[in-house]
């Protein structure tokens, strides 16, 4: 990856008012690099940072860009069918077909309107959405730490970083402490890399940059001060963006559209070649039967389906938001619907997310205030993660009157998922240092060579001793932890990890953080669902294995990190199937686990909050954070819970599952209607001497059934729908197709014949008949096909039913408009519109008695 910065070393001039800045920017010494900043050690001040977001703002990266009005009225011709009629309409125009070359260019401005209005309003929803979730840094401004916007960074600002954090523009460090970067998105490293004050030569590569981060990577451990130099476009990252922001992996749901879309263009491309060539073949007008051709392909295609499901996903985010579940990704919607297993943590989820320290006990388990004071001073001058266990040592400790008003901050070795503790130096009034060290007990225990105040050597007998406590508290759902210390001598450089050895263990910290009182009914509701929940943990295997007993979860079998390392990809596959609890897991078995779960055919959701959950939020198809999360879970998810609750998010799943079945429902009634009437076009073209239906009619047809169709988006779902996890079925769709498009062409020809030969129809009413017949069939068959019940017993939206019944009237009398000519309309004496509507009615029976035969053909497929 070092073509990277030899590729875009060249950065952009600065704007007017700027301070110029050396190319490489890496090779300059701090002191010089902040001179050339205009930079300040305590930070820019308010005013000056504001008058330099103004003059960056222009040259600002936006990773979500909205699209113009006109940019999106534009995107409505790059359809290849509209393309095609407005061509087919010059052609006309070139002939001087002027009335039949207006009406097609009238009825497909008026489609494209229509698709245009739904989907700059659903546009517009979205990004208002989209803006409630926005990732913050720590600012150093006026020599106060303040929580700011990421977009708010401006060059020459000292931003402070700790783990989680996602950097938000490109930077030197100018202090760190067992500072980690995840850097893989840029330069492909697999492990974090170690980042420290310092130059690196001018000609150096993004690896080497060892004294550089760069936006949109993330910080794994420790923390760090750091000068911002570079920021948007001129970031690595922005230079590049064009190249890593690639289009995210196509959903499923996404994929099954695709293949619909390239089944239906083979039907249209077969149609229009064989209609053409028999009209021709025929001695027919070449540019009517061009048009007719054409019109019948439009016919058939759902033209309206990008915007049906842009307004189905705006609907589906906008009822999420309004239950507390914000929508990062549009497309992962169906997903959610899909979604048959969860994987989530237990802290928040299924506990109540309040952590209390039950207990600081000695090493014999007796209550000990010298424990809870060597935890409270550890937790007081820890400056990296804040976390729930930490605020739970202070309050118990402020409780107990603990006074640190005598010590001072000396040194901190920070947190890491690899030691999984933290230790803090701190000196007492008389100069003395201390080392503390708390964290996993048995991370702790392995740097302990002695125990307690009496200093008692660690042999075997304590440590089994101390091993059956902490399976007894383990056992009764308590999280453990261990706390040690050791005398320190003093130093003028920084204390490292080569000091965390030969403490003497202290005692226990015991945390209880119980069971939600509704947890239990939320897994059976999502039990009932289809969805299958499992614990992925860090915690040990007794705790984990409690709380899902708690909670109702069949613990049928538990797998340990320890036993999952041993394990084969394929063996693995073949136990995640049996396992309900994963415990004392890391980031990357996490990941793992996930990945086995896809492999066995599951579509899998992952809810988790903090930076060891960002490699499984990306793995799943499904990531789900909260609002509280660190900056890099929150940027990896699909969804952002308002509140750490399984319950709305049971209720996302819900509305998933709606807009899944709304998005189907279009799909099911264009192709049961349109695909019976463009066939029994093609084929009656055949053997009448005229056109069954002029392109303008067979266009203004599509329009005005497209109207209602738009508000399938807003229909009501029944139960069935929502009942268990729905996925894309291609094979469904295509006996659907098959199955009520003869029905759908049966009753046309029926149509031909009521027209020919009981009223002897000549063209022109012919037409104007056929047109009534068609349009009203798949106008009523809409009601019928969109609910798997009988139609009466499902209640459509009051949107697609007041939207039918007024086409349906405007269908009744459009033949008798004082313009109904233009279209080629003649008004249709009574008895033949009472027996296109009689027609009609018995379309609907067949239809209902054929679905009910269908669906029941379909489960017992299934099973």
């Not at 008026?110 to 659903?122: D, H, K, M, R």
Request: with cysteine.
């Amino acid at each position: 990856m070092h073509f990277l910065s030899r590729l875009f070393q060249k950065k952009p001039a600065p704007a007017a008012g700027e301070p110029a800045l050396a190319e490489a920017y890496w090779s300059l010494p701090a002191e010089q690099l902040m001179a050339q900043l205009g930079a300040d050690a305590n930070g820019l001040s308010r005013r000056e940072a504001g008058a330099r977001l103004k003059r960056e703002r222009p040259h600002a990266l936006k990773a979500l860009k909205k699209a113009s009005a006109l940019g999106l009225l534009a995107n409505q011709f790059k359809s290849p069918l509209v393309l095609i009629l407005i061509v087919a309409s010059f052609i006309s125009l070139l002939a001087a077909e002027w009335m039949d070359a207006g009406m097609v260019l009238v009825v497909v401005v008026g489609s494209t309107l229509l698709g245009f209005a739904q989907e700059y309003i659903a546009g517009n929803a979205i990004e208002k959405l989209r803006s409630r979730i926005t990732i913050h840094s720590l600012v150093l401004r006026d020599g106060q730490a303040k929580n700011l916007p990421s977009y708010r960074v401006v060059r020459g600002d000292i931003v402070l970083l700790n783990a989680g954090s996602l950097i938000p523009a490109d930077g030197v460090v100018l202090e760190a402490r067992d500072f980690f970067v995840n850097q893989a998105v840029l330069t492909g490293e697999t492990f974090p890399v170690e980042k420290k004050p310092g130059t690196a030569a001018s000609h150096a590569g993004l690896a080497e940059r060892g004294n550089c981060v760069f936006m949109g990577t993330s910080v794994g451990s420790g923390t760090a001060r750091v000068l911002i130099a570079q920021t948007g476009q001129a970031t690595v990252f922005g230079q590049i963006a064009g190249k890593l922001a690639l289009r995210p992996p196509m959903t499923e749901f996404e994929r099954g559209i695709q293949r619909f879309g390239y089944l239906l263009t083979h039907i249209m491309l077969v149609m229009v070649v064989a209609v053409l060539a028999i009209n021709i073949f025929m001695d027919r007008p070449a540019v009517a039967s061009l048009l007719f051709a054409l019109a019948l392909a439009v016919g058939l295609a759902p033209e309206l389906l990008p915007a049906i499901v842009s307004i189905t996903l705006s609907h589906g985010a906008k009822r999420m938001a309004s239950l507390g579940v914000i929508v990062r990704r549009l497309n992962a919607i169906e997903n959610l619907g899909s979604m048959d297993v969860l994987c989530t943590d237990k802290t928040g989820t299924l506990t109540a997310g309040v952590v209390a320290l039950d207990g600081a006990v000695d090493s014999a388990g007796q209550p000990s205030p010298a424990v809870l004071r060597l935890a409270a001073i550890n937790a007081q001058f820890q400056s990296g993660l804040v976390n729930p266990l930490d605020d739970a040592v202070l309050a118990a400790a402020h409780q107990a009157g603990v006074d640190f008003r005598a010590l001072q901050k000396v040194d901190e070795i920070p947190y890491d998922f690899v030691r999984k503790c933290l230790s803090v130096v701190a000196a007492d009034a008389s100069g003395e240092r201390t080392l503390i060290t708390k964290g996993a007990l048995d991370k702790v225990l392995a740097m302990c060579t002695s125990v307690g105040v009496e200093d008692a050597p660690l042999d075997a007998a304590m440590r089994a001793r101390i091993d059956a406590l902490y399976e007894a508290w383990s056992t009764q759902g308590y999280r453990v932890l261990g706390v040690a210390s050791r005398q320190v001598p003093a130093r003028s450089g920084p204390y490292g990890r080569s000091e965390e050895q030969g403490l003497c263990f202290a005692g226990f910290l015991l945390f209880m953080d119980p069971p939600k009182a509704d947890a239990r009914q939320t897994l059976l509701d999502l039990a009932q669902r289809g969805v299958q929940l499992k614990i992925i943990t860090g915690d040990n295997r007794k705790v984990a294995r409690h709380i899902a007993e708690a909670v109702g979860l069949p613990a049928v079998s538990t797998l340990t990190g320890r036993e999952l390392n041993d394990m084969g990809d394929e063996a693995l596959m073949h136990a995640v199937r049996a396992t309900t609890v994963f415990a004392e897991v890391d980031p990357n078995q996490k990941e793992r686990i996930i990945l086995a779960l896809q492999k066995t055919g599951h579509v899998v959701g992952y809810m988790g909050d903090g930076i060891n959950d960002a490699l499984a939020l990306h793995a799943a198809d499904v990531g789900i954070s909260v609002d509280t999360a660190v900056d890099v879970a929150k940027d990896a998810a699909d969804f952002i819970l308002l509140r750490q609750d399984l319950g709305i998010l049971r209720l996302g799943i819900d509305e998933g599952r709606r807009t899944f079945a709304n998005t189907l429902k279009y799909i099911l009634t264009t192709i049961s209607a349109n695909f019976g009437n463009m066939a029994s076009m093609a084929v009656a073209s055949l053997f009448l001497p005229f056109l069954p239906l002029l392109a303008s009619q067979i266009l203004l047809n599509n329009f005005l059934s497209d109207i209602p169709g738009a508000a399938i988006a807003s229909d009501r779902v029944d139960k069935e729908w929502v009942d268990r996890p729905r996925r894309w079925d291609t094979v469904f769709i295509r006996n659907y197709m098959v199955r009520f498009g003869l029905i759908s062409s049966a009753f046309d020809l029926l149509t031909f014949a009521v027209l020919l030969w009981v009223f002897k129809s000549a063209p022109e009413e012919f037409r104007t008949g056929w047109f009534l017949e068609s349009l009203l069939t798949e106008l009523v068959v809409a009601l019928v096909v969109r609910t798997r019940r009988p139609f009466y017993r499902s209640r459509p939206g009051h949107l697609l039913l007041g939207s039918t019944l007024v086409v349906i009237a405007i269908a009744l009398v459009l033949p008798y408009l004082p313009f109904s000519a233009i279209f080629g309309f003649v008004p249709l004496p009574a008895p033949l519109v009472l027996a296109l509507i009689v027609l009609t009615l018995a379309y609907v029976f067949v239809v209902e008695v054929a679905k009910k035969s269908f669906y029941a053909r379909s489960e017992n497929a299934a099973r």
